[in-house]
């Protein structure tokens, strides 16, 4: 089970976290994942981790501005939003996939993921 959390209302510029905690029996290799779904689009991937080793891979609308993290303590995946755009609106998904690939690009492909959380609304003032 995935629970999002995080999301509000923010300025452009300003910043932003989500988290997304994770709770029952996981496989060893995993990673986790954010997505987005904007008004009138469909589901956009943001960013992934693996949950071992911690490589990361960002989509290119995001990189250098989000950062996502995990925390193995609490089992819980951050995503810190910096730099906030208003086309950064959405509302923010945490995924998790069992697949299991070197390549961490592969995870954009929102149909190797197992688990969706509830999804977070993220809203950005002008």
């Known amino acids: 089970q995935l629970q999002a959390s995080g999301g509000g209302l923010v300025q452009s510029g300003d910043s932003l976290r989500l988290s997304c905690a994770a709770s029952?029996?996981?496989?060893?290799?995993?990673?986790m994942a954010w997505f987005r779904r904007a008004p009138g689009k469909g589901r956009e991937f943001v960013a992934v981790i693996r949950w071992s080793g911690g490589s990361t891979y960002y989509a290119d609308s995001v990189t250098g501005r989000f950062t996502i993290s995990r925390d193995y303590a609490n089992n819980t995946v951050y995503l810190q939003m910096n730099s906030v755009k208003v086309e950064d609106a959405a509302v923010y998904y945490c995924?998790?996939?069992?697949?299991?690939?070197?390549?961490?690009?592969?995870?954009?492909?929102?149909?190797?993921?197992?688990?969706w959380g509830q999804g977070t609304m993220v809203t950005v003032s002008s």
């Open positions: 995924a998790v996939s069992f697949a299991t690939s070197q390549t961490m690009g592969v995870y954009q492909n929102r149909y190797l993921y197992d688990y």
């Open positions: 029952g029996r996981t496989p060893s290799s995993y990673v």
